[in-house]
Each structure stands twice: as structure tokens, then as C-alpha cells.
């Protein structure tokens, strides 16, 4: 089995920056996308952007372009969500998942990191 865990959340003022980081451990495997989702209060949990493992090929939902950027260190199995820039509709559970494949589901997810952007 495969653990996913975020950490780095907390309370922030909009406009500050954030670093999320998202670990993956357990029986040895290569993921082939790692991604970072949230949900918000009453909101349907979206999709915020995804690495390619072992690339710096990236994706970013609109929201987040420009703002958010992913990076990875592969001895660590490990990625990061830097968010510069945070608005206060960025307050959501960010959660870090992960698919071994380019066409099947995200399989592995964490438990999720809550970040709160104040005004």
C-alpha cells in the first residue's frame, strides 16, 4: 500500500505565500502524476495542478496560473505546492494524490492539509 501525506497548511493573510509539501512512501513503485486537488466549504473538490514524475512538466487549473508552482525531489518521493500570491478563495483542503498511469484515476490520496487565507 501506498501513503500519501501533506503537510505545510495553515493560516495565512491574503497575499502571503505558502509551501505545501506531499510525501509518498511505502512498497517501492514509480507514480506517474503526482497532483494536488482542494476542496473548499460546500464546494466540489477541484482539480489545482500535477507533475509528471521525474520531469518538470507541469498543469495548473486557470485559478492558480501564475501563482501556484509544483516541484518535486525525487530521492524523497516527495512534491511541493508553492502558492504566492494567496487569495482569500484559495481557503480550501488541499489534498496530494497520486496515478501510475497517464489514463486511470488517481489511486493514492492523502488525508489533506487545511489552508485558511484571511483578509
Known amino acids: 500500500q501506498v501513503h500519501v501525506e501533506e503537510s505545510g497548511g495553515g493560516l495565512v493573510q491574503a497575499g502571503d505565500s505558502l509551501r505545501l509539501s506531499c510525501a509518498a512512501s511505502?512498497?517501492?513503485?514509480?507514480?506517474?502524476?503526482m497532483g494536488w486537488f482542494r476542496q473548499a466549504p460546500g464546494k466540489d473538490r477541484e482539480f489545482v495542478g500535477a507533475?509528471?514524475?521525474?520531469?518538470?512538466?507541469?498543469r495548473y487549473a486557470d485559478s492558480v496560473e501564475g501563482r501556484f508552482t509544483i516541484s518535486r525531489e525525487n530521492a524523497k518521493n516527495t512534491i511541493y505546492l508553492q502558492m504566492n500570491g494567496l487569495k482569500i478563495e484559495d481557503t480550501a483542503v488541499y489534498y496530494c494524490?497520486?496515478?501510475?498511469?497517464?489514463?486511470?484515476?488517481?489511486?493514492?490520496w492523502g488525508q489533506g492539509t487545511q489552508v485558511t487565507v484571511s483578509s
Open positions: 511505502g512498497r517501492t513503485f514509480i507514480p506517474y502524476v
Open positions: 507533475i509528471v514524475w521525474g520531469t518538470r512538466v507541469a
Open positions: 494524490a497520486i496515478k501510475r498511469a497517464s489514463n486511470v484515476p488517481y489511486e493514492f
